[in-house]
């Protein structure tokens, strides 16, 4: 029976004629180096979230091929008969380093690198370009809308509008990563911790008379946590007055409405007023429908009155901008001992790639703690020391500026070691709260939502003419 938690193959077929191919030529032991990139913040927006790492652990930890993956394979034809029983023994042995999930990133730099033997190194791409661009998509989509709210809730909605389960739960972790406080994914909290959250929807309320039987009879059951979705019929007329009675009749413990439908700045204002003149001041207000971060951010420059926003569709397919756009390219090989830098070449100048076994600094100001500028390096050059240092905008090479009085720190960390995990995976608690602080690290004109600041990503001196000496090689 065919174990369909395998997700071995998943992958793209032409992974699997490489593969045959290496064997075939007797390459699959040759020491081949993968940088996982990505070209465009989605949004045209200063930066983006990294995340999938966890789950790219995970498959890395449990590939292996099957008695049913490899007669299928064989059944397929096109594979050699050596090669298939090559895969019985399978084994991931390769080395892998990638800076921890939650980091703020921007284009060119290498987040995840893979080194090994180029069959099993050039296999896992489709796996990690899976993880990577869904996860950072919605991580990044999330922490804008978290943002916009100014310390307002953001919880995500979108379980019912995600391109499948899978998407909806790992979008979920995704979307928390960003800055969400929870989900409505049930099973999310169950498999990960996440706080599920959710009370009511319309049809409880038409399953009743009418609201004030509905919202009576749902704070009887949940005294603790009784939120009402008031927007059923009318929200001033009905909902908000059959609210206020209910609140004032049965005092539960916690108490809110929730508006899904309708001008939510005029309708949260006329609420609040209603609210507090019946005394209800602690009663919170949410709000749902179609929200993204600029919605939220006019509603609440309007003095719209809400403590917190439910973000469904717009959050978890990231709709207005849905491709994340990461990349898996060779940068080196390694031949008897000696690294031979490798790159591709495009007339798409956003298309040539960096070359060489590489590294990732971010340079903080010591004064601030601000993040200034990133720099990528040869791995085998020596970390900055704080000395003066000319930083060129990646996308106007003619514009620099000199960094002064900063400390570097070296984003990526070793996650594989010939095969064996060597990183301590931390809680999504941890993830996320790191992801905010990261972000808080960086300056304001580089979080705006329309024409932020280029944040500088340089190449090092020797990376640079390593490039350069690439081009000129193949322009001869």
Not at 133 to 143: C, G, Q, R, V
Not at 258 to 269: A, F, N
């Amino acid at each position: 029976m065919v174990d369909k938690n395998n997700l071995t193959l998943l992958t793209d077929f032409y992974e699997l004629t490489m593969a045959n191919g290496y064997f075939e030529a007797d390459m699959k032991d040759d020491i081949a180096y993968f940088d996982c990139f990505f070209r465009d913040v989605p949004d045209d927006g200063g930066f983006a979230i990294f995340a999938g790492l966890n789950e790219i652990i995970d498959y890395m930890e449990n590939l292996k091929f099957s008695e049913e993956d490899i007669e299928f394979l064989r059944r397929k034809g096109g594979m050699s008969e050596r090669f298939l029983e090559y895969l019985k023994d399978f084994k991931f042995e390769c080395d892998v380093w990638a800076i921890p999930e939650g980091t703020p990133i921007f284009p060119g730099e290498p987040i995840l690198t893979v080194r090994g033997p180029v069959m099993q190194a050039q296999f896992v791409e489709t796996m990690i370009l899976l993880l990577v661009n869904h996860e950072s998509l919605i991580a990044t989509k999330a922490n804008r809308i978290v943002r916009a709210a100014q310390g307002r809730a953001i919880m995500e909605f979108g379980s019912r509008r995600a391109h499948g389960a899978s998407a909806a739960i790992y979008g979920a972790r995704a979307a928390y990563i960003g800055g969400c406080i929870g989900t409505a994914c049930t099973v999310c909290e169950r498999d990960m911790g996440i706080k599920a959250l959710g009370t009511m929807a319309h049809s409880w309320v038409q399953m009743f008379p009418d609201e004030y039987t509905a919202f009576k009879k749902y704070a009887e059951i949940y005294p603790e946590n009784c939120v009402l979705l008031v927007d059923t019929y009318n929200v001033l007329k009905s909902g908000v007055p059959a609210a206020i009675r209910v609140f004032k009749e049965m005092k539960p413990q916690k108490m809110g409405i929730r508006i899904d439908s309708g001008d939510v700045s005029y309708l949260t204002k006329k609420a609040r007023k209603m609210l507090d003149e019946a005394g209800l001041q602690e009663c919170t207000i949410a709000v749902s429908n179609s929200l993204d971060e600029y919605i939220i951010r006019d509603v609440i420059l309007e003095g719209a009155c809400i403590d917190s926003f439910g973000v469904g569709e717009r959050l978890i397919t990231a709709k207005s901008s849905p491709v994340f756009g990461g990349v898996y390219k060779l940068c080196a090989l390694e031949k008897d001992g000696e690294l031979i830098p490798k790159m591709k070449i495009s007339e798409n100048v956003g298309k040539i790639t960096n070359p060489g076994f590489k590294t990732l600094y971010r340079l903080f100001d010591l004064d601030t703690d601000r993040a200034i500028a990133d720099l990528i390096t040869l791995d085998d050059e020596p970390e900055p020391t704080g000395e003066d240092m000319e930083i060129f905008d990646p996308q106007n090479i003619w514009k620099h500026k000199t960094v002064t009085n900063y400390y570097a720190k070296n984003l990526r960390v070793p996650i594989f070691e010939k095969g064996k995990l060597v990183y301590d995976k931390p809680s999504i608690e941890e993830i996320r709260a790191y992801c905010l602080k990261q972000v808080d690290s960086l300056w304001e004109e580089i979080k705006r939502f329309e024409n932020p600041q280029t944040y500088y990503v340089d190449l090092s001196e020797k990376l640079w003419e390593m490039k350069q000496d690439l081009l000129n090689a193949h322009n001869r």
